[in-house]
């Protein structure tokens, strides 16, 4: 396997796209942490009841679920990286001459889903090192609670660039991938999360499958106000909906490389 | 022992038939072309041999085992059209190809300057020419100088002086004692450069066999003269003719390849007393004799 992320790395490292969404990214993580914070002094600052109400969202503990809602919003950053990488692969035809060249399908398809868990992972680092750095500039006290929100994290960029990934090996076009991926994300879902919401009282809307791993992050400011309306979610029930459907992404993206014509 | 052994391997692309129960062994150290004009199923065949499609039914086998990666690693393969990473240069490109071959980086320079591409080695390969590209894939194939290449039109967007090198390679390469598949509808390259060749058309095997037999070369004579139905009834069972045809305004017969000789074609017809105002000898097109293999399917 060691040997299949060397040559993936060849093809990642000399591709500017991936080092201009890839920084795009880690920059704005830290600077969507570092603008709440101060965006967040400048108001307090001004009322003490306000602080009272409102309470502070950028220092420990929970800091870590304010940054990590945050980048929750950015997460489509390294999924359009991993949507042109992997149809790149389809335009340029060298998911064929990969093939031919001597990898077996599994491998081509296996090492893609590496890349996948790995830029999750790195994803996830950079909010969890954003998170601990803005919170030593709210509070002086470092706290672990909360720190679960970066496991959330983790789960949502996962999923995310799964579905990247299962658009990607299903379209095979950049234009198309992108296209579906983000009308999918950030407006279809919610559309039809809304439309079930509206008609079935058991309120499914929170468990399709991006949303199942939007939720783990709840909305993180003005707590005091929130938690009147918002209810706390399910969280056994979200985790093992994301599980099902991060299954199901691996599985097909996997279940469509192996068996179609190339 | 075969380099590659293909049993009744059939394809459907929905209703349409691309392949219809193919066999065919290819010897070792054999150059084998596989012959057939556009759409007969030559890249849909390798393609499956190379495990990027996947047959309807049938199965083959490379170096006469149950085919899987490890194979591909030892073939040279150029399908089709030529496929690289478009934003990296050529030495990254082919760091890749020797990565997936797990063969050594050695290789690349040597193999650059067989096809002429050295000097352009740190070029991006989306500033190469079509010719440069097939050229470069053409390098890829030979890293780590492997026992068997497959080429399917390799000389695709060459110039002139391009194909002969190519040809020059792929004779050069035979010589070493490697075995090379080549796929082609360019009848004189197959002839010119093969030892072996199959015939496709429309998804079905016509013939395959040693070139020699399959591509015999034929002359025709023309003969014509004032009453060609009297010429024809005299003429009709001269020795050593293979056909002897009637057309509108001659006669043709045909030979076998250098047996001709019309001279005694003449004296013959003289002896019988007709006089031929009409001669020629010409060689069988390649693309009549191509015609010809393929018409009645």
């Known amino acids: 396997m060691f040997n299949l992320i060397k040559i993936e790395w060849l093809k990642l490292k000399n591709y500017r796209t991936f080092w201009v969404l890839g920084i795009l990214y880690l920059v704005s993580v830290f600077a969507a942490g570092y603008i709440g914070y101060s965006v967040e002094e400048r108001t307090l600052e001004q ?4 602080r009272m109400i409102a309470g502070t969202s950028f220092s420990f503990p929970d800091i870590w679920q304010s940054v990590s809602w945050l980048s929750s919003l950015l997460v489509f950053m390294p999924a359009l990286l991993i949507i042109t990488f992997v149809t ?12 031919i060249d001597g990898w077996s399908r599994s491998q081509f398809i296996n ?17 969890a090192i954003t ?30 660039n799964s579905v990247a990934l299962l658009f ?11 296209g579906l991926f983000l009308a999918y994300a950030y407006f279809l879902e919610n559309l039809i999360g809304n439309l079930l919401d509206w008609k079935i009282d058991a309120k499914p809307g929170a468990y399709l499958p991006l949303n199942s791993t939007d939720n783990l992050i709840p909305f993180p400011f003005v707590k005091n106000v929130t938690k009147q309306i918002l209810r706390d979610p399910n969280y056994t029930l979200l985790l093992s909906f994301a599980a099902v459907y991060l299954f199901c992404y691996l599985f097909f993206s996997v279940k469509k490389f192996k068996t179609d014509d190339l | 022992m075969p380099i590659l052994s293909v049993e009744n391997i059939s394809k459907n692309y929905g209703t349409i038939q691309a392949l219809k129960n193919v066999s065919f062994e290819v010897p070792k150290g054999s150059v084998f072309g596989i012959l057939g004009p556009n759409g007969s199923g030559k890249t849909t065949l390798l393609g499956i041999v190379m495990d990027v499609l996947k047959a309807t039914s049938g199965n083959y086998k490379l170096f006469d085992e149950t085919p899987s990666q490890k194979h591909r690693q030892q073939i040279g393969t150029l399908l089709e059209t030529p496929n690289f990473y478009h934003y990296l240069s050529a030495v990254n490109n082919l760091k890749i190809a020797a990565g997936i071959k797990e063969k050594g980086l050695a290789d690349i320079d040597s193999v650059l300057e067989k096809v002429n591409l050295l000097q352009r080695k740190h ?8 010719g440069m590209k097939q050229r470069l894939a053409i390098a890829s194939c030979l890293l780590g100088d492997p026992e068997v290449m497959v080429f399917d039109e390799p000389t695709n967007g060459l110039d002139p002086v391009g194909i002969a090198e190519i040809r020059e390679l792929i004779k050069r390469l035979h010589k070493e004692g490697k075995t090379i598949i080549m796929a082609s509808h360019l009848l004189d390259e197959v002839e010119k450069v093969c030892t072996h060749v199959a015939v496709l058309q429309k998804g079905k095997l016509i013939t395959h066999g040693h070139v020699d037999e399959i591509l015999v070369n034929e002359d025709i004579a023309e003969i014509s003269a004032s009453d060609n139905t009297q010429l024809l009834s005299i003429i009709e069972h001269y020795p050593g003719a293979t056909s002897v045809k009637k057309h509108d305004q001659h006669i043709e017969l045909n030979f076998a390849s250098g047996t001709t000789s019309l001279e005694s074609i003449n ?5 019988k007393g007709i006089i031929l105002n009409h001669m020629r000898l010409r060689k069988k097109s390649l693309e009549a004799k191509f015609f010809e293999l393929t018409k009645n399917n």
């Open chain 1, 47 to 50: 009322s003490k009841e306000l």
């Open chain 1, 88 to 99: 790149n692969e389809f335009v340029f035809k060298t998911h064929r001459q990969n093939i």
């Open chain 1, 111 to 127: 090492v893609k889903i590496v890349l996948v868990v790995i830029l999750s992972i790195i994803a996830t680092l950079m909010v």
């Open chain 1, 131 to 160: 998170s601990v750095l803005i919170g030593f500039l709210g509070s002086r006290q470092f706290s672990w609670e909360g720190s679960m929100y970066i496991l959330y994290f983790f789960i949502l960029a996962l999923s995310y």
């Open chain 1, 168 to 178: 990607s090996v299903l379209l095979k076009r950049t234009g198309l991938a992108l």
């Open chain 2, 123 to 130: 070029s991006k390969f989306s500033t190469f020419s079509l």
């Open chain 2, 267 to 271: 004296r013959f017809c003289f002896e």
